[in-house]
């Protein structure tokens, strides 16, 4: 860490020759106009606060009186009044009393006067010491309150940077759920369309059907239409299969009865009977009645006019 700091020290004194300037006249009047005339002698900055001189003076070995020996003041201090009657500068006993600086005794020897001046000195240096302490603890509470008040304007820009990234996250989430509520409402519209359209196709095919339906039966009021003149033959035919199943009867055997047959009667009953019953549709009591060889009621799988082709006159034998 000791040799990574020299060695940025030592790039900082090289380039330092580049950096720290004298200013020329016209930069100085402008920056003598941003300052007071009397500044702190260490470091010169500009308006542009780019450092143009500093001084740093002696180590803080030496003593009080060696640093005035050497400083401005001490050859302006004769040379000049810097002083107002009345005013003096209060010295310890290391320093060589002059006009302007007023220094205690060094020994007093128990001389009271000179015990009296010291006290005087000490008492005056004290209120000065005191009154440039509170000073100090004044501009350091001020710095404090500075600094406070620019850690709560650092705050308060923290809290605004928070809120603006909040309102922007709320923005891009509103803007998230808008485009999402979009394609939900893109998904809708097109789940209704389809919708629409399948509805409207199953309506088409049960008008097709009931077109069909419709086109069947008309075609078979027709096939009855052209049946009509046949009317009076149906109805004479079945008469006759009336009359027989009440008298018909098996050889050598009882009257026929319905309810009770036995398997001859069957077989007889399905090999004389029911094939004349099977290719015929009797039209009884004006009503065209569709049934099978069982008089049980049936639905035609075929047209009427395909089974009229089998219909012959049958008349008792």
Same mark, same amino acid.
């Given at each position: 860490m000791v040799n990574y700091t020299n060695r940025v020290m030592t790039a900082l004194e090289r380039c330092m020759?580049?950096?720290?300037? *004298?200013?020329?006249?016209?930069? #100085?009047? $402008?920056?003598?106009?941003?300052?007071?005339? /009397?500044? %702190?002698?260490?470091?010169? #900055?500009?308006? =542009?606060?780019?450092v143009i001189y500093f001084f740093a003076g002696l180590p803080g070995s030496c003593h009080d009186v060696t640093?005035?020996?050497?400083s401005a003041l001490w050859r302006?201090?004769?040379?000049?009044? /810097?002083?107002?009657d009345g005013h003096y500068l209060l010295?310890?006993?290391?320093y060589v009393p002059l006009e302007p600086l007023v220094c205690s005794y060094k020994r007093t020897g128990g001389d009271m006067d000179e015990v009296s001046f010291n006290t005087c000195i000490a008492n005056a240096r004290s209120n000065a010491t005191i009154a440039t302490h509170d000073r100090e603890q004044e501009k350091k509470e001020w710095? #404090?309150?500075?600094? =406070?008040?620019?850690?709560?304007?650092?705050?308060?820009?923290?809290? =605004?940077?928070? !809120? #603006?990234?909040?309102?922007? +996250?709320?923005? *891009?989430? $509103?803007?998230?759920?808008?485009?999402?509520?979009?394609k939900e409402k893109r998904t809708l519209q097109e789940d209704n369309l389809r919708i629409d359209a399948e509805t409207k196709a199953l309506q088409v095919e049960g008008l097709h059907q009931d077109r069909a339906r419709l086109q069947k039966e008309l075609k078979v009021l027709e096939e009855v239409?052209?049946?009509?003149?046949?009317?009076?033959?149906?109805?004479? !035919?079945? =008469?006759?299969?009336?009359?027989? %199943?009440?008298y018909l009867s098996i050889p050598d055997g009882p009257p026929y009865d319905p309810m009770k047959t036995t398997k001859k009667d069957d077989n007889?009953?399905?090999?004389? +009977?029911?094939?004349?019953l099977e290719k015929f549709r009797f039209h009884l009591h004006d009503v065209m009645s569709f049934v099978d060889a069982n008089w049980e009621p049936a639905q035609a799988k075929e047209p009427i006019s395909s089974l009229a082709?089998? *219909?012959?006159? *049958?008349?008792?034998g």
């Open positions: 020759g580049n950096e720290i300037t *004298w200013l020329d006249r016209q930069a #100085r009047a $402008r920056t003598t106009s941003h300052f007071r005339p /009397l500044s %702190f002698p260490s470091l010169v #900055r500009d308006d =542009n606060k780019r640093c005035l020996r050497r302006q201090l004769n040379s000049t009044h /810097l002083f107002d010295g310890d006993s290391g710095e #404090r309150e500075k600094q =406070n008040l620019e850690g709560e304007k650092k705050k308060l820009g923290e809290d =605004n940077a928070k !809120l #603006r990234s909040s309102v922007s +996250l709320v923005s *891009w989430e $509103r803007e998230r759920e808008k485009e999402e509520w979009e239409d052209a049946l009509a003149p046949m009317h009076t033959e149906f109805v004479e !035919l079945a =008469n006759i299969y009336e009359e027989k %199943f009440a007889y009953l399905h090999s004389v +009977l029911l094939p004349v082709v089998y *219909w012959e006159p *049958w008349t008792p």
